[in-house]
Structures are given as C-alpha cells and as structure tokens.
C-alpha cells in the first residue's frame, strides 16, 4: 500500500502563500484520483482538491481559485499551491486516495495576523 507523507506548512499572514507537497512511497501514476483534505479544530475532515489521472481537477468551492492542485507522476509528488489564504483556511492538510483508512500524521497550516 502507497503511503503518502506531507510537508511544506507553516504560519502565514493572511494573502500569503504556500506550497504543500505530498510524497508518496511508491508509484501514484495508476492512482486515479489523489485528493488533499484538510481538517480544522473541532470540525470534520473535508475534501479541499483532487486530481485525476486524466489531468482534470476539482476543488472545494472557498478555495476555487486560490488553490492549485497538481501532480508530477515521475516524481510520485502532489503539490497543493495555496494563495491568497485566509484565517479559515487554517488546519491540518492530509492527501490521501479517496476511500483509503490510512492517513499520514499531515502539516499543519495556520493562517493568521
């Protein structure tokens, strides 16, 4: 079973950015969906973006166009690009395959002045 590992959080003022990174350890190109999600304090676990073997993408509709998903397949690597954030956009950041019990320890992201 792949495992994913993510990095690349931190504290930021609001309308700063940040780019996430998930490592896989094996192979993500037969993986047809690879999602980020995020959860915030006290709430449930939400989908933010996915992205699709076929190169289509979808996402959370607060985040359309601020956030950016991509994978780069070669490099087992699904980068979540993060603008303009903003103070509710603080949580803990997790990718992970639709459906899969097991989930990395996540990076946090806290948005605030």
């Known amino acids: 079973q792949v495992k994913f590992v993510e990095s690349g959080g931190g504290s930021v003022q609001p309308g700063g950015s940040l780019k996430l990174s998930c490592t896989a350890s094996g192979s993500i190109s037969g993986i047809l969906a690879m999602y980020w999600y995020r959860q915030a304090p006290g709430k449930k676990r939400e989908s933010v973006a996915g992205?699709?073997?076929?190169?289509?993408?979808n996402y959370l509709d607060s985040v359309k166009g601020r956030f950016t998903i991509s994978r780069d397949n070669p490099k087992n690597i699904v980068y979540l690009q993060m603008d303009n954030l903003k103070p509710e956009d603080t949580a803990v950041y997790y990718c992970?395959?639709?459906?899969?019990?097991?989930w990395g320890q996540g990076t946090q992201v806290t948005v605030s002045s």
């Open positions: 992970n395959t639709p459906g899969s019990l097991t």
């Open positions: 992205a699709f073997t076929g190169g289509g993408t």
